[in-house]
């Protein structure tokens, strides 16, 4: 239902798009000044972004703000050419939700020359935007690896399972991950590897982990949920789960009910909610031309047994 | 239908050709054994009892997936859906694994219809279109990705019951169930391609197709069963890996076509069709599992690790011409 309601959007995009004077009269319709905001999100087969968008939709009926919501499928070219199609279309303000850091940097340089705003919305580009919202990926690391020290008073042995190497939300929680293993000398970070954010993959590479360090293992810290649930399906089947913490960041629903079992013991959760919903606010501000927030970060939040309760739906 | 002159006939050419394959698969068993010798050297952890039943319990599901895609690939085919197969397969088969709601045959059954089809639906299409294998399955592998992402809404489908989680993940006379259902299956694939009328005719369709036909091989029905088995394989392995992490993943199985394309490949099956064992593709699909834990105990980057695995798989094709060309 939903893609079937993406693609009828996306077909007046496409038209436009070849046909530049279709476009002007399409603004010319709107002339009880209604404005248009124009929305490319990274990919319609993810759960968050799906998440985020339909907020950024609910946010901007309440408002009587028309919205052009286009999927760019992972692709930054795509993305790029969705965003040129908005311009030809003289959409009061683009939303865009990018694919790529540098990949999709062209699109908000377009937009600027072209003097419509726009809004980078969950992950950044190296091109400056009018606003950013979002969350910082590094400290959402931070909270897992936090919570790993304290646990474990600051003393053990960890091993992290990464994403798909090379990737932004990778690099960055790699990076908050060391940040804090710095801050405790005594934690050590015994083994590190990739799971490719696969459930199956996690699994296997736990396995061999268990082979090869046993019960010197005393928490896990995987970049994300999908991964995280491998390995406490790989410690509860070789009988080590009681031993071992098991943190990861996404707060996907299986990871909630994982933690109400007990068997995960923390996961972080990104407000995709809070990020649509003030993505519109500020598209709105400014087409209005009210002041509004260059940069706003929401904040992650760990979520626990104790506060399980508020996040799940 | 039978032609007992030619069936007779066949078999000869399948003789010859096996003996130069034993050469090409002794080299691959000596490679396994040498790789197996320097890994207990390197590290103490990979010659113990519980890790051996890891790298075999790991193996299972590409092994699965490896013996159908060898039916096709000696048959002068090729299937890049299978991996598809497995996303849409867990999907369907945890959407009928709750607990409480059918017993675990359901979940195993509807599964394997789901394999079934999709593999039945590439042999209708390659035999009625003459489209070459590549392509038509190609696009079941995009088909199929779409299919498994619609059926769960591209959502994870969890909550199995515990009689389902059994297949993958439970323990009959200790020996966890995937090493059995590879066991099984081993012995009933071997069966197939060497003491069949079916396996012989793959063998003849692959080494020469006009000649084939000539004898009286109707090639459509071969080619059609040969994608069907492969199809039902490759479900057989979706159930295992839906059991074994315990979700229907419509994201599951990415890539799963070409790990088991290799294992066909590095255990001597010839991609030009006509020549593969069973028990050559069983030890390639070892050799990857090996190498895969052998570098994880030692704590190597992937980065390394796809290099050494692209090293083995040009070697192994490279060893498979070598031996041709003496013929």
């Known amino acids: ?47 968050f972004i799906v998440n985020v968008s339909d907020e950024i939709e609910k946010k901007a009926q309440e408002s009587g703000v028309e919205l052009i919501t286009v999927d760019a499928e992972r692709s930054a070219l795509k993305q ?69 020290a304290e646990k474990l008073g600051g003393k053990g042995n960890v091993v992290m399972m990464h994403g798909y190497m090379g990737q932004a939300a990778q690099i960055k929680r790699e990076q908050g991950a060391r940040e804090i293993l710095k801050q405790y000398p005594n934690l050590k ?51 080590l ?41 500020t598209a709105i501000k400014i087409a209005k031309g009210e002041a509004y927030e260059k940069e706003t970060l929401i904040p992650f939040q760990l979520v626990t047994k104790q506060n399980l309760a508020k996040f799940m739906k | 239908m039978e032609n007992p002159v030619q069936t007779d006939r066949n078999p000869v050419g399948i003789s010859t050709k096996n003996r130069i394959r034993g050469i090409g698969q002794y080299g691959i068993f000596i490679a396994f054994i040498l790789i197996c010798l320097v890994l207990s050297v390197v590290t103490p952890k990979f010659l113990t009892v519980s890790n051996l039943t890891i790298v075999v319990t790991q193996v299972s599901i ?86 498994a992402l619609i059926l769960s809404k591209g959502r994870p489908v969890s ?59 109707q090639l459509n029905k071969v080619k059609m069963v040969v994608y069907t088995l492969c199809g039902g394989l490759a479900a057989l392995a979706g159930i295992l890996l839906t059991s074994r992490i315990t979700t229907g993943q419509p994201n599951a199985g990415v890539g799963f076509e070409l790990d088991a394309i290799a294992a066909a490949i590095i255990g001597g099956t010839s991609t030009s069709g006509g020549t593969g064992t069973m028990t050559g593709t069983l030890i390639g699909a070892l050799l990857i599992g090996v190498i895969s834990n052998g570098l994880d105990l030692m704590n190597v980057t992937s980065y390394y690790q796809q290099v050494v695995m692209g090293i083995i798989i040009i070697g192994a094709v490279v060893l498979d011409s070598l031996n041709q060309n003496k013929n």
């Open chain 1, 1 to 47: 239902m939903r893609r079937i309601y993406f693609i009828s959007l996306f077909i007046p995009v496409l038209f436009s798009g070849c046909n530049q004077s279709s476009s002007g009269e399409k603004t010319g319709e709107t002339g009880d000044k209604k404005l248009t905001v124009g929305v490319t999100m990274l990919s319609m087969q993810n759960e």
């Open chain 2, 159 to 217: 909550n199995l019951s515990d009689s389902f989680n059994f297949i993958g993940g439970g323990h009959l006379l200790g020996i966890p169930t995937p090493i059995l259902i590879l066991i099984v299956f081993f012995i009933i694939c071997s069966v197939v391609l060497k003491k069949t009328v079916l396996g012989r005719y793959m063998y003849a369709v692959g080494g020469n197709e006009q000649a084939a036909q000539a004898s009286g091989i």
């Open chain 1, 80 to 148: 790029i050419e969705q965003v040129e199609s908005f311009i030809a279309q003289k959409v009061d303000v683009i939303i865009m939700n990018p694919c790529e850091v540098e990949a999709s940097s062209p699109a908000v340089t377009k937009a600027l020359a072209a003097n419509i705003p726009i809004i980078n919305v969950n992950s950044e580009t190296t091109a400056k935007p009018s606003a950013f919202i979002g969350s910082d990926d590094v400290e959402s690391a931070r909270i897992a690896m936090k919570f790993i």
């Open chain 1, 241 to 281: 789960k009681d031993k071992v913490i098991v943190v990861s960041i996404d707060a996907i629903p299986d990871a909630l009910q994982a933690v109400k079992k007990g068997t995960l013991d923390a996961t972080v959760f990104q407000n995709a909610e809070q990020q649509g919903a003030k993505a519109i606010e």
């Open chain 2, 62 to 147: 590409n092994a699965l997936l490896a013996f159908g895609v060898t039916f096709v690939i000696i048959t002068g085919g090729i299937d890049l859906s299978i991996g598809s197969t497995v996303a849409v397969t867990s999907v369907v088969a945890a959407s009928f694994a709750h607990p409480d709601t059918y017993p675990v045959v359901v979940p195993i059954l509807a599964g394997l219809a789901a394999g079934l089809l999709l593999g039945a639906f590439n042999g209708l299409v390659i035999t009625k279109s003459k489209v070459p294998p590549f392509i038509v399955t190609l696009g079941t592998m995009t088909i199929g990705r779409g299919l």
């Open chain 1, 189 to 239: 970070l015994i083994a590190h590897q990739t799971g490719e954010w696969d459930r199956a993959k996690a699994m296997s590479l736990m396995e061999n982990w268990i082979q090869s360090y046993g019960t010197t293992i005393n928490a896990v810290f995987a970049q994300n949920d999908e991964m995280g649930m491998g390995a406490v399906k790989a410690l509860t089947d070789a009988g």
